[in-house]
């Protein structure tokens, strides 16, 4: 009953994909509780000890993937303190007492994953390919809108939005791998998706930075704003879901070309402008095509078009899996609070003859662990032993008052239904399904149910109150270890990927599309803790993870296109690699991004490259340049042409 409810969920997917972590989490723990008993079952220090270890180190594992796979971790480690601190006392029964929690969660997982496939089963593909047919029109919207304007607060939802439905694509498509065969899996396709997505939003962000300099200098040109107006007509277009395709397709021939034009435009002696425009006039058809490309990569998940396509083939053959970001530092406070947890209670267990000091230790290591990745678990771990405290009286009342009115399984069956349906009605809404878990498992764990009823309120009282100490002992663990302000951990995260900037600027090998992927993945984190604490004044000078990803990827093609260019050439460009390295390494330190010498620098390329005869390495490395220029140099400096110095 109590494995029932920790894997219940709406989605038929992640039901059987809960239920196969839970029984491998299951297997190790218990396989580790038949090493660690025997030989130390006589020094229960050292028991104590190895056991807040392995929780402790299960727990940093599990903090370190975001995935679904990662509940085996955390499952590995509390089922040892479940399975080896319950035998301690008869250390013999220590593999029979293995094999039948492996036996009960396993009858309880085929139970859920049986229900859940059978009875009104529904798809977690069915359910993200809604999810990103909406990301896909509010993309569109925001395009149509964002391009009028230059950058401000209001994008920053947005942004944060699209960075968490992207997040949600990576972690949650597991899932599908677990769904019933008639559900098609496009693995490749899904990850394109996501790529697709993650491009975008630098890209429309490089466009309104490019916009904010023209304008700064009154150099909205006629061609710019017919390009602009095109464009923003053709996003409010693919933002109508009932928009017809050949309206679409349309209005983007019309965008690609009113660009065409913007791109032809003279010189006329002014190079910045010129760069800016030309900019302009490169991205908006590709921020056109990465819509369009998102939009049929949705239509041929939903089966509406065919995959066979050599275009999509295309895509899903050379789309590979992607990394997310890994914060190493929180899992490494989450594992000394999982251990430390462990440890303490085990030790007032010992020191205090506590019979049911066990159980304490148990539910110390499971509310570290299943909180591990919050930014202040302790005030979860709080509310609940809230839920517990509520649930408890209900589980008392069965217990004491109701089961021993009953007799046979059909009528524990219908007494049981009125609270069974009540919480699993809570865990189907997304505001209640914490509180109805908690609730859940506190009242299963409080019914205790065995073959025969044996009431025993003594009993009732001390495991209960031991599970509220446990978890309270983790609270405050957690309190002393984790902690960590939503800022500070902003912050932090920022400074991981200043450190990747740092590292791409001095030559650092990567694949680009990943580290885009990764990136974005600490955009949805950082937007996403300062929303929380409404700190969005804060986005700015400093923190700004989107500007780090198009410095990222400016830096990137600088560095790929200057080596097709003449050596002359290419020293300009080291320089400007320097410098960004030298910018990120002194806001890890404190100093503003805006430094002159950058600047100086940048401007000596652009005026080196602007004066050579076009060519695609050119075109795309003073593109790289005029990105990193408008990223870099202080808002509102002017571009300055510079010989290239000795």
Not at 6 to 11: F, M, S, T, Y
Not at 122 to 147: D, F, G, V, Y
Not at 233 to 261: I, Q
Not at 426 to 455: C, D, H, N, R, W
Request: with cysteine; net charge neutral.
């Amino acid at each position: 009953m109590f494995t029932v409810f920790v894997v219940a969920k709406p989605i038929a997917g992640a039901v059987r994909s809960k239920a196969v972590f839970r029984l491998i989490g299951t297997l190790i723990g218990a396989s580790v509780s038949l090493l660690l008993i025997p030989p130390l079952v006589q020094a229960p220090g050292l028991l104590c000890l190895a056991t807040s270890l392995w929780v402790g180190l299960c727990v940093y594992l599990g903090s370190l993937d975001r995935r679904p796979r990662s509940y085996a971790f955390l499952l590995a480690g509390y089922t040892t303190t479940i399975v080896g601190l319950a035998v301690v006392n008869a250390p013999e029964t220590i593999f029979d007492t293995s094999v039948s929690r492996v036996e009960e969660i396993s009858l309880g997982l085929v139970c859920a994953a049986v229900a859940h496939s059978v009875i009104f089963p529904q798809s977690m593909l069915a359910e993200l390919l809604e999810r990103a047919e909406n990301a896909l029109h509010r993309c569109a919207a925001w395009l149509s809108e964002a391009i009028s304007r230059t950058a401000n607060v209001s994008d920053i939802q947005s942004q944060q939005e699209l960075a968490t439905f992207v997040g949600d694509l990576h972690v949650l498509y597991d899932h599908v791998t677990f769904e019933t065969s008639d559900v098609p899996r496009h693995a490749g396709l899904m990850l394109a998706l996501q790529d697709t997505f993650a491009w975008l939003l630098p890209r429309v962000s490089g466009i309104q930075q490019a916009l904010g300099a023209l304008a700064a200098e009154n150099r909205l040109s006629p061609a710019v704003l017919d390009a602009l107006a095109k464009t923003s007509h053709w996003a409010h277009t693919l933002s109508r879901p009932e928009a017809p395709p050949t309206e679409v397709r349309d209005s983007s021939v019309e965008v690609r070309a009113a660009c065409a034009r913007l791109a032809a435009e003279p010189r006329n002696g002014d190079t910045w402008s010129w760069a800016l425009r030309e900019s302009i006039a490169t991205q908006l058809p590709r921020a056109v095509d990465e819509l369009l490309q998102a939009e049929h990569i949705i239509s041929v998940l939903k089966g509406t078009e065919s995959p066979k396509e050599p275009r999509i083939r295309a895509l899903e053959g050379s789309a590979r899996p992607r990394s997310m970001h890994r914060d190493r530092g929180l899992a490494i406070l989450s594992a000394a609070a999982a251990a430390a947890a462990t440890l303490i209670a085990c030790g007032l267990w010992i020191e205090g003859s506590w019979p049911e000091g066990g159980v304490a230790a148990q539910f110390a290591a499971i509310g570290c662990s299943l909180f591990a990745t919050l930014d202040r678990p302790s005030k979860v771990i709080f509310a609940a032993v809230v839920g517990i405290l509520v649930a408890l009286p209900l589980a008392a009342v069965y217990q004491f008052a109701i089961f021993p009115r009953i007799d046979g399984f059909p009528s524990l069956a219908l007494v049981l239904l009125p609270p069974v349906l009540l919480f699993s009605w809570m865990q189907a809404s997304e505001k209640l399904e914490g509180a109805a878990l908690v609730m859940a498992i506190a009242f299963a764990g409080g019914l205790a149910l065995q073959t025969s009823y044996q009431p025993d309120f003594a009993a009732f009282i001390n495991s209960n109150t031991a599970e509220i100490a446990g978890l309270l002992i983790a609270a405050v663990t957690n309190l002393l270890f984790r902690t960590i302000d939503p800022l500070w951990n902003a912050l932090r995260i920022s400074r991981a990927g200043w450190r990747s900037v740092t590292d791409l600027a001095r030559g650092a090998t990567v694949d680009v599309t990943s580290w885009v992927l990764e990136m974005f993945d600490r955009l949805g984190l950082v937007t996403g803790r300062l929303l929380a604490v409404r700190r969005l004044d804060l986005i700015g000078a400093r923190v700004d993870v989107l500007r780090d990803i198009r410095v990222g990827i400016n830096v990137t093609r600088l560095e790929r296109s200057s080596r097709e260019l003449d050596p002359a050439l290419q020293k300009t460009i080291a320089p400007v690699l320097g410098a960004v390295s030298q910018a990120y390494q002194g806001l890890l330190h404190g100093a503003s991004l805006s430094d002159p010498h950058c600047a100086l620098a940048i401007d000596v390329g652009i005026a080196a490259l602007s004066a050579q005869a076009p060519s695609l390495a050119n075109q795309r490395a003073l593109r790289a340049l005029v990105g990193l220029r408008l990223d870099l140099a202080a808002f509102g400096s002017r571009y300055e042409s510079r010989g290239a110095t000795s």
